[in-house]
Every structure is written in structure tokens, then in C-alpha cells.
T-cell receptor
């Protein structure tokens, strides 16, 4: 079975500061990795995903994430956040073999303060 | 706008009732997924359909059922509703190659009173 752990339920940060949202996963098989963002009263939007190749993945809105196989982590980073980045961020995995379903972490609320 | 539409946006009903949630996938997407988002259980996969056939099942209650029609739209039927079924129900769609991005609809917020 797969599981995803997002240790931080909420991360407060000041505008223009850097931020890192942590994600660790557990799986007995190889997985694809995703970060989704959910703005208030909206659906989920893909920020970025790791399928293979370079372990540093760049996504939309200036976000990037690094896949670390030995530490089973996929942390999300942004060098300078904006007020508009305030949202809930979800890390997710899906198995590489047959199932396409996403297993989500519990989410991290990023709160950007002026 | 993801291209995935869900109706209705909000649904308020009483315990014991039955409701149907509808989802239209993005044009060209063959797979439809249903997820439930609740405060206590977070985002959970319910069920996946691919081109009309059930492909995978998650933590879906027996009181819940779904289907995908020939035009690829999908419906999630929830019956004998309980207070604990109150949640946001999301539909997502993808082309259905492994690793494909799943595009999420805006969700249907179900409130059971």
C-alpha cells in the first residue's frame, strides 16, 4: 500500500520569503509524484509532477520540487511567495504499475502574510 | 477552468435520501475518477471508470454507486444518506495513460441534514 505524509498542517510565511512544503511517501512499488493546489472554494489544480528523469521538477507559478528516492521525499519549494499563493497544497502519489488512482496527503495550508 | 464540469455545485438534503452527482470530463478524456474530500478523512479516492467500464475501486461505501455512460459523462449515486456523507465530491478526468495529469472539476458540496 502507498501512503503520503505531509508533516506540516499549516505553514505561515511572510510575503517575498522562501517556503518549503514537505512531503514524504511510502510505497513498495515505484510511484509517480504530484503536487496539487486548492484555492478556496475551488477544485484542485496540478502544480507539477515527477514521472522520471531529472529529479528537479519545475511547475507553474514559480514552484519547483525535488524527488529524493533515498529519503522518499518530494518537497515543494518557492523562492519568493506572494499573497496569492495562500492556498491548500496536496502531495499525491500514484502507482506506476496499473492503478491510476491518486493517494493524497492530508494537505498543508500555506498562509502568506504581508 | 479545467474543462471538467460538475453539477450541481451545492446539494442540501436530508438523511435517508438519495442524490445523484453528475460529471462531464474534458473532451477526449476516457477516464473519470471520483474523490471525496471531508474534514476528518481528507481526500479519498472512491472509484475510477475507463471508457464505460469500472477500472478501480477505493474506499467507496456499498450505499454509493457510479457509472460512466457512452458519451463518457459519469454519475455518482449516493443513497441512504447519513450525516457523515456530508463532504465535497470531486470528479477528475484524464486521458488515462500512466502518469497522466488528472484534471479536477470544481466539486459538488453535499450537505446532509
Amino acid at each position: 500500500a502507498q501512503s503520503v505524509t505531509q508533516l506540516d498542517s499549516q505553514v505561515p510565511v511572510f510575503e517575498e520569503a522562501p517556503v518549503e512544503l514537505r512531503c514524504n511517501y511510502s510505497s513498495s512499488v515505484s510511484v509517480y509524484l504530484f503536487w496539487y493546489v486548492q484555492y478556496p472554494n475551488q477544485g484542485l489544480q496540478l502544480l507539477l509532477k515527477y514521472l522520471s528523469g531529472s529529479t528537479l521538477v519545475k511547475g507553474i507559478n514559480g514552484f519547483e520540487a525535488e524527488f529524493n528516492k533515498s529519503q522518499t521525499s518530494f518537497h515543494l519549494r518557492k523562492p519568493s511567495v506572494h499573497i496569492s499563493d495562500t492556498a491548500e497544497y496536496f502531495c499525491a502519489v500514484s502507482r506506476m504499475d496499473s492503478s491510476y488512482k491518486l493517494i493524497f496527503g492530508s494537505g498543508t495550508r500555506l498562509l502568506v502574510r504581508p | 477552468d479545467s474543462g471538467v464540469t460538475q453539477t450541481p455545485k451545492h446539494l442540501i438534503t436530508a438523511t435517508g435520501q438519495r442524490v445523484t452527482l453528475r460529471c462531464s470530463p474534458r473532451s477526449g478524456d476516457l477516464s473519470v475518477y471520483w474523490y471525496q474530500q471531508s474534514l476528518d478523512q481528507g481526500l479519498q479516492f472512491l472509484i475510477q471508470y475507463y471508457n464505460g467500464e469500472e477500472r478501480a475501486k477505493g474506499n467507496i461505501l456499498e450505499r454509493f454507486s457510479a457509472q460512466q455512460f457512452p458519451d463518457l459523462h459519469s454519475e455518482l449515486n449516493l443513497s441512504s444518506l447519513e450525516l457523515g456523507d456530508s463532504a465535497l465530491y470531486f470528479c477528475a478526468s484524464s486521458v488515462s495513460t500512466q502518469g497522466d495529469t488528472q484534471y479536477f472539476g470544481p466539486g459538488t458540496r453535499l450537505t446532509v441534514l
